[in-house]
């Protein structure tokens, strides 16, 4: 029973039909999600300038004083 299940999840027919049925799912769910991950990319860029702005800032104050 067990072999014969996973030679049906092995044939290529049945990994068409799943693409097909997850398509739209997976389509709808990163256009719900666009706004979020391009807000969570933009906060990462800003703290990483932010970071790199308070350690040049630092390496200044090391070398003058």
């Known amino acids: 029973m067990l072999s014969k299940c996973l030679e049906w999840l092995k044939r290529d027919e049945f990994k068409r039909e799943i693409k097909d049925v997850l398509h739209p799912v997976m389509e709808l769910l990163m ?35």
């Open 31 to 65: 256009e719900s999600l666009k706004p979020y991950l391009l807000y969570g990319v933009a906060f990462i860029f800003l703290n990483f300038i932010l970071l790199l702005s308070i350690f040049l800032l630092m390496m200044r104050k090391k070398n003058v004083a």
